[in-house]
């Protein structure tokens, strides 16, 4: 508007300059032709005033049709060609995850599962209101040969972990996929699934007790899809043995390693289904575990050490379905893992008995969490651990607990809301009795938020 | 040891999967790229088709049947314009396939040969999740089906030439028949013209270009965000002060809040199938469009 009042002013300021001078001298003709420019002006300037309200009054009526939406001018380069304007325009893919729970407990959560004080027991529970890891995610293309990723985990207590940083090929073809660096392993279902991605606040027992929440490798690991109609997928990790049940020795070699193969398919248009089998073995090096409860009773237990062959053998099945196929509006997840773990080797109990120790002790869990409508899901899970009989060496029998003789189980239920893909609220109930004579109600409430990039719609 | 049987199970599985008859393999993301491809390559071709008419494209997993089937695509034909943001990329990445990634022949987005409408100023996820390169709905205008059409035959001629000459004859008898087509859809759709209506998701933009249809509101808040009950209960009111031939929703979506909007504004809910094989007469792209029509027609005079 500025434009046209400014050239309306001096057409004005010339008109009226002019006249003055002119007036008396002025004859019918010239007034007749000063006449006319006046109009003419007159008449321009409303044309293109109305021409402006126009203008403004469709502005305003696409605005209100689509708020967030110019209409797109076609394009003179080359359509969807971003222009890649600055250096930035290389830079990764990046998503920050913010995460907090609410959490109600009755019975100290430090307190180990029963037959499994060997094992860790990290359950990530706080009381009350507090922050849980932050995740900051970057993504990118390399080169034309590799892709990288990392995920930084910011802990609530200040600390900066590095979860995930590898490098996968994208050019081996024929089905191969090769990954080095830190990962969480393949193996199992739930194994690689992050944090923000679970369908409950925490682990299952058995994945808490048997990988530390999940086993994460210092590797490589190299797959192989079959030229199938069915997915059939083999996969081998060596890494250094860096998380439980591994003991990050420092040595040349091998330090773990995990065999793995999957197989899906669908079921229709509506269902679809993922198998697997998974096998993992290392060397455990000076494990020690403290305040483990032995037979005398000692107060505040014992600390123990173990050395030798930990192998562990696991079958995982997942099962979806929905109508037609179409996620959005309902679905349906089953979903359930078996593992079971054989060590091998010598105890040393009290740090100064050491005899031979062997034990089997398995876990498994069921879990169902169905959307019944857009945005809102609810879930049920079913945790349960046999801690096993141990084959315990003459010198410990007397020290070592062999057999607990108890079956730590947890039934958890849980509800969330969506409201869109980027956000989700959780609602938690568990009534764990994995510790014997600890019979808890626990209540959580939890929110996970996404913030960045879109994550992908994994199976 | 472990490298030896990694080759003999190779060995083994490619003596028993390698097809006979040397068909070039396709994995089209959407019904409609899948009945295009058809309509280009006839028997030439094994297609597969990674979603169907009655699926959201925006919410689809990297199912393991899905990364299997990538694994032999020799071809992928995809919308692109980030509608599979979540789950090609995965899909493509897992499978090992090296000819259909970005910047191979083998991989083909159907929404670079077109003109994308509502390319968003900003990116801002309070304005519900936009896609950065425009509205990828760029099928439900025929037009489109032009320019794409001649850079498909055009990839399938660089991908198989021993084929050319079939390829050439096919793309033009299909230009051809869609020009006609188009000519009859535009006559029949002159009604349509200005008519007012109500969309359930921002996914006829390029046909409201094409159509001259005019969408009065839309039932999701934001793109991608599912209707609420207060921002239905605004465009009732909208509605009242300018009011809607009918509501409009996609086969595959939730048909509740149409439903809902149709019941309070007395305006009647039409379905579109959206893509081929939603209703039982939109079994190639040609019935896509036919029905298209008949559906908003039928809309529009039954109140």
């Known amino acids: 508007m500025a434009i046209y009042s400014g050239s309306l002013k001096q057409a004005m300021l010339c008109v009226a300059l002019s006249m003055p001078l002119n007036v008396y001298a002025a004859s019918d003709e010239d007034l007749r032709d000063i006449r006319e420019q006046i109009k003419q002006l007159k008449e321009s300037y409303e ?10 009054q469709q502005a305003e009526a696409s605005r209100q049709a689509e708020a967030t939406i110019v209409q797109a001018q076609p394009p003179a380069q080359q359509p969807n060609r971003s222009a890649a304007s600055s250096v930035s325009a290389y830079n990764p893919a990046t998503s ?14 430090d307190v180990p599962i029963t037959g499994f004080a060997m094992a860790p027991n990290n359950h990530g529970y706080t009381k009350g209101f507090s922050l849980q890891e932050t995740e900051l995610s970057l993504i990118a293309n390399i080169d034309p040969q590799f892709r990288g990723e990392a995920k930084l985990a910011l802990s609530p207590d200040n600390g900066l972990g590095v979860e995930n940083a590898y ?152 099962w979806k379905y929905a109508p037609n196929g179409n996620i959005r509006l309902t679905n349906f997840k089953l979903q359930g893992e078996y593992f079971q773990r054989r060590e091998n080797g010598t105890l040393t109990y009290n740090l100064t008995t050491p005899d031979s120790y062997s034990v089997a002790q398995s876990g498994w869990y069921l879990q169902g969490v169905h959307q019944f409508r857009p945005r809102w899901r609810a879930g049920l899970r079913y945790d349960r651990l046999n801690s096993g009989i141990a084959q315990v060496g003459f010198l410990n029998v007397p020290n070592i607990i062999s ?30 009795n994995s510790r014997q004579g600890l019979a808890d109600t626990q209540f959580f409430m939890q929110y996970i938020m996404s913030l960045g990039a879109h994550g992908v719609h994994k199976f | 040891m472990k490298k030896s049987f990694f080759t003999l199970m190779y060995l083994l599985l490619m003596a028993l999967t390698e097809p006979v008859h040397a068909a070039l393999e396709v994995f089209a993301c959407e019904p409609e790229w899948a009945a295009l491809t058809k309509e280009l390559a006839a028997n030439k071709v094994n297609i597969y088709t990674a979603t169907n008419a009655l699926q959201d494209p925006h919410f689809v997993e990297a199912r393991p049947s899905l990364i299997a089937k990538a694994r032999r695509a020799q071809l992928v034909v995809c919308t692109g314009a980030e509608l599979e943001l979540a789950w090609l990329p995965l899909i493509l990445r897992e499978s090992g396939n090296v000819n259909a990634t970005l910047g191979k022949p083998g991989y083909f987005e ?32 025929a037009h489109n ?47 349509l013209k200005g008519q007012p209506y109500v969309a359930q998701h921002q996914a006829y933009s390029y046909m409201n270009a094409w159509l001259g249809l005019k969408q009065v509101a839309v039932l999701e808040p934001k793109p991608g965000m599912e209707p609420s009950v207060s921002h239905l209960s605004q465009v009732i009111v909208q509605l009242q002060q300018s009011p809607a031939k009918m509501v409009v929703r996609s086969a595959y979506q939730n048909p509740k809040p149409s439903k809902w909007i149709a019941e309070r504004a007395h305006i009647p809910e039409v379905i579109l199938p959206f893509s081929v094989g939603a209703t039982e007469s939109s079994k190639d792209l040609f019935g896509l469009f036919d029905d298209t029509i008949a559906r908003l027609l039928a809309g529009m005079t039954s109140n």
């Open chain 2, 110 to 141: 159907a929404s670079t040969y077109v003109h994308m409408l509502e390319t968003p100023a900003r990116l801002d996820r309070a304005l519900g999740d936009l896609h950065a390169l425009g509205n990828p709905h760029i099928h439900l205008d």
């Open chain 1, 167 to 318: 490098v996968q090929t994208t050019t081996l073809g024929d089905g191969f996929n090769l990954m080095f660096g830190r990962f969480f392993s393949h193996l199992g279902y739930l194994n690689e699934v992050h944090a923000h991605a679970w369908d409950f606040v925490d682990q299952p027992l058995v994945y808490r007790t048997f990988w530390n929440n999940q086993l994460s490798e210092d590797g490589m690991q190299l797959r192989w899809l079959a030229p199938t109609d069915t997915f059939i997928e083999l996969g081998a990790e060596i890494g250094r043995g860096l998380s439980y049940p591994g003991t990050n020795r420092q040595k040349n070699g091998l330090g773990s390693s995990v065999l793995f193969a999957h197989v899906g398919s669908d079921v229709g248009d509506s269902s679809s289904w993922l198998a697997g089998i998974s096998l993992h073995q290392t060397k455990r090096e000076n494990a020690q575990s403290d305040a483990v409860p032995d037979l005398l009773g000692t107060a505040g237990g014992v600390s123990n050490l173990f050395n030798g062959n930990s192998k562990t053998a696991g079958v995982d099945f997942v």
């Open chain 1, 96 to 109: 920050l995850i913010l995460t907090g729970t609410y959490e109600n407990l009755k019975q100290n959560p």
């Open chain 2, 145 to 191: 089906f032009f320019p794409i059409a001649k850079a498909l035959a055009a990839r399938l001629v660089e991908l198989d030439p021993a084929n050319t000459a079939f390829y050439l004859s096919r793309l033009q008898a299909f230009t051809q028949g869609w020009q006609t087509a188009i000519t009859r859809w535009e006559k029949q759709a002159a009604p």
């Open chain 1, 47 to 56: 044309r293109r005033i109305t021409q402006l309200e126009q203008r403004l």
């Open chain 1, 403 to 432: 057999n607990y003789g108890y079956t730590p189980t947890r039934t958890t239920i849980m509800f969330d809301y969506s409201p869109s893909e980027f956000s989700r609220m959780r609602m938690q109930l568990a009534q764990d």
